[in-house]
């Protein structure tokens, strides 16, 4: 009898241990932003108004979390109407054909203190590559408004937008190929 409760109790730890927790993003605290280069010598930014990212992880560290981001791609904004309706018409996005950009992890290997490299497949326009990704858990603190955990992280990498047949018929002399990606997250622990 005596080895069958121990054997229950290990059962119950091991399964409490490895209990999956899932955290939704916090859109009021968020944002999916992006870089590109134009003519050479210049910065344009944007970014996507609407999106949906949800972690799931059984270890208070994120050191097995699962990620997995969706973003509308007719949501982008770059601060300029006419430059936000080319970039969803056919040349860019093809928002009518690709609505969806998504992101979902494949694995997560620490490089150090809260600093993690975060791979999985990406799909823009209609293809998928394997993606890789620094992310930067920055802590989980008890939110003092709604008094649930929120954890924090920052994503940042840089995507070809050639390996995505991205805006081809645009060279590397008027769009640079590399589009650098940041993201900021603030996720909720869900109930």
């Given amino acids: 009898m005596k080895k069958i409760l121990i054997l229950l109790a290990a059962v119950f730890t091991y399964t409490m241990a ?4 899932t955290w939704t993003i916090d859109k009021a605290h968020s944002n999916v932003k992006f870089t590109i280069t134009h003519l050479l010598v210049s910065d344009v930014d944007g970014l996507f ?4 990212a949800t972690i799931t992880a059984s270890k208070p560290d994120f050191s097995d979390a699962k990620f997995q981001i969706s973003i509308q791609a007719a949501s982008v904004s770059t601060d300029n109407d006419n430059r936000d309706k080319h970039l969803s018409g056919p040349d860019f996005f093809d928002v009518a054909a690709y609505p969806t950009i998504t992101f979902t992890s494949t694995g997560i290997t620490k490089t150090s203190d809260k600093h993690y490299k975060l791979t999985g ?3 823009l326009h209609g293809v998928t590559k394997p993606a890789s990704f620094d992310l930067w858990y920055r802590g989980t603190i008890q939110n003092p408004m709604s008094k649930a955990d929120d954890a924090g992280f920052q994503l940042t990498g840089t995507i070809k937008r ?3 047949n991205f805006g081809s018929k645009f060279g590397a002399a008027i769009l640079s190929d590399e589009v650098a990606i940041k993201a900021n997250g603030e996720f909720g622990k869900a109930k």
């Fill in 49 to 52: 108004k609407n999106y949906d």
């Fill in 18 to 21: 490895s209990a999956q927790t």
């Fill in 121 to 123: 497949n990406l799909t």
């Fill in 162 to 164: 050639s390996d995505f």
